[in-house]
T-cell receptor
Framework: ETGVTQTPRHLVMGMTNKKSLKCEQH?????MYWYKQSAKKPLELMFV???????ENNSVPSRFSPECPNSSHLFLHLHTLQPEDSALYLC???????????????FGQGTRLTVV | AQKITQTQPGMFVQEKEAVTLDCTYD???????LFWYKQPSSGEMIFLIY??????QNATEGRYSLNFQKARKSANLVISASQLGDSAMYFC??????????????FGRGTQLTVWP
């Protein structure tokens, strides 16, 4: 299995729908992340979980709701989204050790979300 | 705060030639790490190479090398002997040791590399 798996790969949803994105990591890492990648913008960090506790909520609207039931799984629950939320949503994981800066993040293939 | 600048929206290179992708950064953290990722059209971000701010030597990984010039705050990626499969988006990223959220990476806007036969 690949290190970080995201499902679904593609999602089209209406503005009144509720959907969830799923991320699973098989690397034994202790931190997981959601990033948003919009066209012509740098990747934006949305949420960070360390040992299943949220340590960052980067001013993300409440229509995005993360959930981390265990260290291997991360969800992003979506409801009443707007068309401008259409983007590639990337999940990542890393093994954090104190203040070390040499730890790379491993990314999934992303979910390409279109809000209509 | 950390800032990454990639000034080349697109680059073209002929197969088997070398190409340099530019990256400059700004940070006040005393210790930081610099990363390069490759993103093919499939979407996955693939880690390529890492350079630590205190590393004395430039990092190398196969055909990838990082031209690290600390005084200039630049961390350019050099790809030698380009292959058609190298065509992708390339992102420079960094993380620091102070104040930043655990594990947070700051990304540039990326450079689209096209390798032609």
């Amino acid at each position: 299995e690949t290190g970080v798996t995201q499902t679904p790969r593609h999602l089209v949803m209406g503005m009144t729908n509720k959907k969830s994105l799923k991320c699973e990591q098989h690397l034994g890492h202790n931190a997981m992340y959601w990033y948003k990648q919009s066209a012509k913008k740098p990747l934006e960090l949305m949420f960070v979980y360390s040992l299943e506790e949220r340590v960052e909520n980067n001013s993300v609207p409440s229509r995005f709701s993360p959930e981390c039931p265990n260290s291997s799984h991360l969800f992003l629950h979506l409801h009443t989204l707007q068309p401008e939320d259409s983007a590639l949503y990337l999940c990542a994981s890393s093994q954090e050790q104190g203040k070390s800066v040499n730890t790379e993040a491993f990314f999934g293939q992303g979910t390409r979300l279109t809000v209509v | 705060a950390q800032k990454i600048t990639q000034t080349q929206p697109g680059m073209f290179v002929q197969e088997k030639e070398a190409v340099t992708l530019d990256c400059t950064y700004d940070t006040s953290d005393p210790s930081y790490g610099l990363f390069w990722y490759k993103q093919p059209s499939s979407g996955e971000m693939i880690f390529l190479i890492y350079q630590g701010s205190y590393d004395q030597q430039n990092a190398t990984e196969g055909r990838y090398s990082l031209n690290f010039q600390k005084a200039r705050k630049s961390a350019n990626l050099v790809i030698s002997a380009s292959q058609l499969g190298d065509s992708a988006m390339y992102f420079c990223a960094m993380r620091g040791d102070r104040g930043s959220t655990l594990g947070r990476l700051y990304f540039g806007r990326g450079t689209q590399l096209t390798v032609w036969p």
